[in-house]
C-alpha cells in the first residue's frame, strides 16, 4: 500500500512570506496527487489536483508540483496571510486506480503576522 | 445549506451501546464515504460506496458497519461502541473519475 510521509512537525511563517509544505510518498507512482486544508474540527476542502504528467499547477497564491522521480509533491502558498494558518492533507490513489485515496497525516503551518 | 450534512455533530455514549452517525448529500454523487480522524493519525478509510448496491470495507472496518439507503443517505453504524472508537468521523462523497472529495462538518464521537 502507499506510504505517505508529510512533515508532522508545525511550520511556523512570517505573513508575506511564501509556505513550502512537502509530501512524499513511497512505492508505485501515483496517477495524480490532490492537496487539501483543513481547519480545526472542521470538515478538510479540496484545494487542487495534479496528474503525473503535470509538473506544476497554480490556482491564485497556491502552487503544487510533482516530481514522480523524487516521488514528492511540493505545495506553495505565496504571500501568505494569517488566514492560511491550518493543516494541509495530500491524498493519493490507494492503488494504481482512482477508487479511493489515502491520506498524510497532513502539515500545521501557522503563519505569523 | 451543506452539501453534505452529518448528524449528529457531537455525541456522547457509553461503551456497549449502539451508534447510528447518518450522513446525507445533495450533490448528486454515487461515491460516498466514511472516514475516521484520530490526532497524528491522519484519515482512515472505514468504508465507502460507489453505489446504492456497492458497499466496500476500506482500512479500518472492524466494528463498524454501514447502510445505503439511497444514493443521497450513507450510514455508518457502531454495534457496539468501545472507547477506542473515540474519533472524529467524516462523510465525504466524490464524482466518477478522479473526483476531489467533498466532506461533511464532522460528527465527534465519544464513547466513555
Known amino acids: 500500500s502507499q506510504k505517505i510521509e508529510q512533515n508532522s512537525e508545525a511550520l511556523n511563517i512570517q505573513e508575506g512570506k511564501t509556505a513550502t509544505l512537502t509530501c512524499n510518498y513511497t512505492?508505485?507512482?501515483?496517477?495524480?496527487l490532490q492537496w487539501y486544508r483543513q481547519d480545526p474540527g472542521r470538515g478538510p476542502v479540496f484545494l487542487l489536483l495534479?496528474?503525473?504528467?503535470?509538473k506544476e499547477k497554480r490556482k491564485e497564491r497556491l502552487k503544487v508540483t510533482f516530481d514522480t522521480t523524487l516521488k514528492q509533491s511540493l505545495f506553495h502558498i505565496t504571500a501568505s496571510q494569517p488566514a492560511d494558518s491550518a493543516t494541509y492533507l495530500c491524498?493519493?490513489?490507494?492503488?494504481?486506480?482512482?477508487?479511493?485515496?489515502?491520506f498524510g497525516t497532513g502539515t500545521k503551518l501557522q503563519v505569523i503576522p | 445549506d451543506a452539501d453534505v450534512t452529518q448528524t449528529p455533530r457531537n455525541r456522547i455514549t457509553k461503551t456497549g451501546k449502539r451508534i447510528m452517525l447518518e450522513c446525507s448529500q445533495t450533490?448528486?454523487?454515487?461515491?460516498m464515504y466514511w472516514y475516521r480522524q484520530d490526532p497524528g493519525l491522519g484519515l482512515q478509510l472505514i468504508y465507502y460506496?460507489?453505489?446504492?448496491?456497492?458497499?466496500n470495507k476500506g482500512e479500518i472496518s472492524d466494528g463498524y458497519s454501514v447502510s445505503r439507503q439511497a444514493q443521497a443517505k450513507f450510514s455508518l453504524s457502531l454495534e457496539s461502541a468501545i472507547p477506542n472508537q473515540t474519533a472524529l468521523y467524516f462523510c465525504?462523497?466524490?464524482?466518477?473519475?478522479?473526483?476531489?472529495?467533498?466532506f461533511g462538518e464532522g460528527s465527534r464521537l465519544t464513547v466513555l
Open positions: 465525504a462523497t466524490s464524482d466518477l473519475g478522479i473526483g476531489e472529495l467533498f
Open positions: 512505492n508505485y507512482s501515483p496517477a495524480y
Open positions: 495534479i496528474r503525473e504528467n503535470e
Open positions: 491524498a493519493l490513489p490507494t492503488s494504481g486506480g482512482y477508487q479511493k485515496v489515502t
Open positions: 450533490k448528486g454523487h454515487d461515491r
Open positions: 460506496s460507489f453505489d446504492v448496491k456497492d458497499i
